[in-house]
């Protein structure tokens, strides 16, 4: 059975940073691209960034683009998103997800708040 769990989620002033981690199992995690999600209150899940198995390759939205980075550690099967210079619009429920061909899975969720 598949897990993917996130941690590393909490309340941050603006301007402040937080790693965010996701520890999967029960899959061959260096076969997977990886790609972290954000729901913010109300509004539609979106995709943040996304790294390709080997981590060679990562991708982000144009809203994160020089404070967000993805890596992983394939060795460990977990992926980390290091935020800095976080905003308020940065506030949301993070999603790890594992994606390979036709199979798709997701963690639970950790929550990021970002107020003064």
């Known amino acids: 059975q598949v897990h993917l769990v996130e941690s590393g989620g909490g309340l941050v002033q603006p301007g402040g940073s937080l790693r965010l981690s996701c520890a999967a199992s029960?899959?061959?995690?260096?076969?997977?691209?990886m790609r972290w999600y954000r729901q913010p209150p109300g509004k539609e899940r979106e995709l943040v960034a996304a790294?390709?198995?080997?981590?060679?390759?990562?991708n982000y939205a144009d809203s994160v683009k020089g404070r967000f980075t993805i890596s992983r550690d394939n060795a460990k099967n977990t992926v980390y998103l290091n935020m800095n210079s976080l905003k308020p619009e940065d506030t949301a429920v993070y999603y790890c997800?594992?994606?390979?061909?036709?199979?798709?899975?997701w963690g639970q969720g950790t929550q990021v708040t970002v107020s003064s």
């Open positions: 997800n594992a994606i390979r061909l036709a199979y798709r899975y």
């Open positions: 029960g899959l061959t995690f260096s076969s997977y691209a």
């Open positions: 790294i390709s198995s080997a981590g060679g390759s990562t």
